[in-house]
């Protein structure tokens, strides 16, 4: 079980960037595939990026591509999201969450954060 706090968000312009950090306590952090969520006002919680166990391997969902990176350190339990070039349509909550396999999906993942805000002002 990983419990995980996100934090890094705000109110920021466009073009502007932020990094979103992700505490996670668990004994084996570095067995967990860990991604990166959002949702937006009305929408449905949707994926960001993931990263694999050791870090070797990234997936981003294709409209944050070459603005988001996603990397963790294991010996901190922290995974991290760096986004750059901010636009209003990445306005949402961010969430981290852990999953036993890596996949896009949703409902593959467990226990998710509160969550950290971005707003993206044009």
Known sequence: QVQSVESGGGLVQTGDSLKLSCAAS?????????????????KEREFVAAITRSGASTYNRD???GRFTIARDNAKKQV???????????????????????STRTV????WG?????????
């Open 26 to 42: 668990a004994r084996s952090f570095n067995r967990y595939i860990m991604g990166w969520f959002r949702q937006a006002p009305g």
């Open 63 to 65: 409209s944050v591509k």
């Open 80 to 102: 991290y999201l760096q986004m750059n070039s901010l636009k209003p349509e990445d306005t949402a909550v961010y969430y981290c969450a852990a999953s036993d396999s890596l």
């Open 108 to 111: 593959e993942y467990d226990d």
């Open 114 to 122: 509160q969550g950290t805000l971005v707003t993206v002002s044009s």
